[in-house]
């Protein structure tokens, strides 16, 4: 069965550095997404792509983030000075892109980001 | 604005015994509503989903749920738990009926199971 898959599964950074964490969706979808989840608190949307752009961002997705699809099959999310506060775990999603219904999204196991 | 209530932090049951998880949203359009399930290290996987039509809706791992919009609620059910049931679960609403495909989740309820 298809899955998301995500790498690196931890990582650990200084705060001030830049992080890229990757993300491989499901191989015909074209709607793509990040979460994040800070420890002991809700699943928060930070940002949705389509079709090689941005469709939508939460206000947590300031100037410091970034998402790219560098290739026709990964998916980047950049955060390019990290703060104590963005260490969560972060989870990539992707689903169908027929936007005329509902989308299911299919999540990755996550990657989690410790900011030291 | 759009929200979605586990009111149960944490559950712990017995073996073989039911479960019912609660999830409330408070959302103005026509719901999509979702059941995840996060295994330890593990991401999220998708238990069910309700989108239209009959309102109780089977799922994956013998769960189901049921959608009742005079109290805003569509809880998660299993007759008979089992050991690997122990995880923790995430109720979600899709906002697509505002123009939006993010997801708005509740804030999970862990499930332990006794043996």
């Known amino acids: 069965e298809p899955e998301v898959t995500q790498t690196p599964s931890h990582q650990v950074t200084q705060m001030g550095q830049e992080v890229i964490l990757r993300c491989v969706p499901i191989?015909?979808?074209?709607?793509f997404y990040w979460y994040r989840q800070i420890l002991g608190q809700k699943v928060e949307f930070l940002v949705s792509?389509?079709?090689?752009?941005?469709?939508?961002k939460s206000e947590i997705f300031d100037d410091q983030f970034s998402v790219e699809r560098p290739d026709g099959s990964n998916f980047t999310l950049k955060i390019r000075s990290t703060k104590l506060e963005d260490s969560a775990m972060y989870f990539c999603?992707?689903?169908?892109?027929?936007?005329?219904?509902?989308?299911?999204?299919?999540f990755g196991p996550g990657t989690r980001l410790l900011v030291l | 604005a759009q929200s979605v209530t586990q009111p149960d932090i944490h559950i712990t049951v017995s073996e073989g015994a039911s479960l019912e998880l609660r999830c409330n949203y408070s959302?103005?359009?026509?719901?999509?509503l979702f059941w995840y399930v996060q295994s330890p290290g593990q991401g999220l996987q998708l238990l069910l989903k309700?989108?239209?039509?009959?309102?109780l809706v089977q799922g994956i791992k013998g769960f189901e749920a049921e959608f009742k919009r005079s109290q805003s609620s569509f809880n998660l059910r299993k007759p008979s738990v089992h050991w690997s049931d122990a995880a923790e679960y995430f109720c979600?609403?899709?906002?697509?009926?505002?123009?939006?495909?993010?997801?708005?989740f509740g804030k999970g309820t862990k499930l332990s199971v006794i043996p």
């Open positions: 191989s015909n979808h074209l709607y």
């Open positions: 979600a609403v899709d906002n697509s009926g505002a123009g939006s495909y993010q997801l708005t």
């Open positions: 959302y103005g359009a026509t719901p999509y």
């Open positions: 309700y989108f239209s039509g009959d309102t």
């Open positions: 999603a992707s689903s169908v892109g027929e936007t005329s219904v509902v989308e299911t999204q299919y």
């Open positions: 792509f389509y079709n090689n752009e941005i469709s939508e």
